[in-house]
């Protein structure tokens, strides 16, 4: 892998090239996956990316992310020579060896020649302009590459060059999005698509941390393709008309501390009636996902209009049906606060354990129902005491402010 750096006091760069390397990888992967299912890939082994097959290294795939300029594709090209050097060091007559670069290969250049659509006399074309070079010896820093290419006779070298593959001007830093954008339209609809990549770049980015680790151990490991195609189905089956994707599974727990410290509406609400600390938590815990989980639905329009505010007023009825009273309350008898938030406490205890909709048929959260019941707690359209508008009159405009901002928004 090679990166140019804009700011040679700046690590930015290096780093975008091995995000950009990890992300070719997954583009590779997926462009290939209808033709080469029995394929596996590793990152960082024999080459940048190696897919094999039948326990043998197939194909050597070195990246060049080049930042702020295109990089050179000459003739003399330090990206060119390095990596015909490892590859002479580390293919066999066996391998396909692929040059996958942000820098464009002109016509009349040696990597031109050596693109994907080419004849023999290419190859030999190719393989007389590199020689002019290796012998004219014009760049020093080169000179091991150009000594290693050399010791290689005429045939040898041809027969190099011929398993050579220069792919030129690929998507770069932010493109390669739309490239992956552009591999699943099988997969889902237009609008879904998007999405569907996040949700894939999110998982293979942990997966291959994982492979990572293991390959810095010494460990023997490879991600099959059929793993990716696997992740790519399932993540397509959420994104169904009757289903949708989670997220935030995952999310870490709000500490002890932390819910002691939220003075929001709705944990203001369960503090009225006394319950637990450790039921306040996972109120609040629901509550944090559901918003983060419903955000990101709208954000990415996975929504139909009207759909979240549908949903909202079925759990609304749930809410009713769990909370009003099942009989009338005698005028004569006063009841008292201990008895109002006992009230609470079990009608809370009942919506709980209620089979509370999920937004959609297919969708198994369980914290969405109860994290929305907290979100519209938070906005005072339902409560748990049941005096608890009256309690919360002092929340009243901070409330109405929230909504008006988010209507601006």
């Known amino acids: 892998m090679s990166i140019d750096h804009g700011n040679r006091f700046s690590a930015a760069g290096s780093a975008l090239g091995y995000?950009?390397?990890?992300?070719?990888?997954?583009?590779?992967?997926?462009?290939?996956?209808?033709?080469?299912?029995?394929?596996?890939?590793?990152?960082e082994t024999v080459d940048d990316i190696t897919f094999e097959a039948v326990g043998q290294p197939q194909e050597l795939w070195q990246t060049k992310h080049h930042v702020g300029r295109r990089g050179s594709l000459g003739d003399a090209s330090p990206d060119l020579w390095k990596t015909l050097h490892n590859w002479i060091e580390t293919s066999d007559e066996r391998s396909a060896?692929?040059?996958?670069?942000?820098a464009i290969a002109q016509v009349d250049t040696a990597a031109g020649l050596l693109g994907p659509v080419r004849?023999?006399?290419?190859?030999?074309?190719a393989r007389e302009k590199l020689d002019v070079v290796a012998r004219a010896a014009g760049n020093a820093a080169s000179a091991e590459f150009y000594d290693r290419y050399l010791a290689l006779n005429e045939t040898q070298r041809t027969d190099l060059l011929g398993r050579v593959v220069v792919l030129g001007a690929v998507g770069a830093g932010e493109q390669i999005t739309e490239q992956l954008v552009a591999t699943v339209r099988k997969a889902t609809v237009q609008q879904r698509r998007r999405p569907l990549v996040e949700r894939l770049r999110g998982w293979w980015h942990g997966r291959t941390m994982e492979h990572l680790t293991?390959?810095?151990?010494?460990?023997?490991?490879?991600?099959?393709?059929?793993?990716?195609?696997?992740?790519?189905?399932?993540?397509?089956?959420?994104?169904?008309?009757?289903?949708?994707?989670?997220?935030?599974?995952?999310?870490?727990?709000?500490?002890?501390?932390?819910?002691?410290?939220?003075d929001r509406v709705f944990v203001e609400q369960l503090q009225l009636i006394l319950l637990h600390h450790e039921r306040i938590r996972q109120a609040v815990y629901d509550h944090n996902r559901a918003f983060l989980q419903r955000s990101r639905w709208q954000r990415e329009q996975l929504l139909a209009m009207g759909e979240i505010d549908?949903?909202?007023?079925?759990?609304?009825?749930?809410?009713k049906r769990a909370f009003l009273p099942l009989e009338e309350a005698?005028?004569?008898?006063?009841?008292?606060?201990?008895?109002?938030?006992?009230?609470?406490?079990?009608?809370?205890?009942?919506?709980?354990?209620?089979?509370?909709?999920?937004?959609?048929?297919?969708?198994r959260s369980g914290y969405i129902p109860l994290g929305s019941l907290h979100i519209l707690a938070d906005r005072?359209?339902?409560?748990?005491?049941?005096?608890?508008?009256?309690?919360?009159?002092?929340?009243?405009?901070?409330?109405?402010?929230?909504?008006?901002?988010?209507?601006?928004?």
């Open 19 to 43: 995000l950009a390397q990890v992300e070719y990888a997954l583009l590779i992967a997926l462009q290939r996956m209808d033709t080469d299912e029995s394929l596996r890939l590793s990152l």
């Open 380 to 409: 005072l359209q339902i409560g748990w005491h049941p005096d608890w508008l009256d309690l919360l009159k002092h929340r009243l405009a901070e409330v109405q402010g929230a909504a008006e901002t988010q209507e601006v928004a």
């Open 330 to 363: 005698d005028v004569d008898d006063a009841i008292s606060d201990d008895d109002k938030r006992k009230f609470a406490r079990t009608t809370y205890a009942r919506i709980q354990e209620r089979a509370l909709p999920e937004i959609r048929a297919e969708v």
């Open 119 to 125: 004849s023999s006399d290419d190859v030999v074309a």
């Open 214 to 262: 293991k390959v810095a151990r010494g460990e023997k490991d490879w991600i099959d393709i059929r793993e990716i195609e696997d992740q790519l189905h399932l993540i397509a089956q959420s994104l169904r008309d009757d289903n949708l994707p989670l997220d935030y599974d995952n999310e870490p727990e709000p500490t002890s501390d932390e819910v002691a410290g939220d």
């Open 97 to 102: 060896c692929f040059l996958y670069t942000t």
């Open 310 to 319: 549908a949903y909202d007023r079925r759990l609304m009825e749930e809410w």
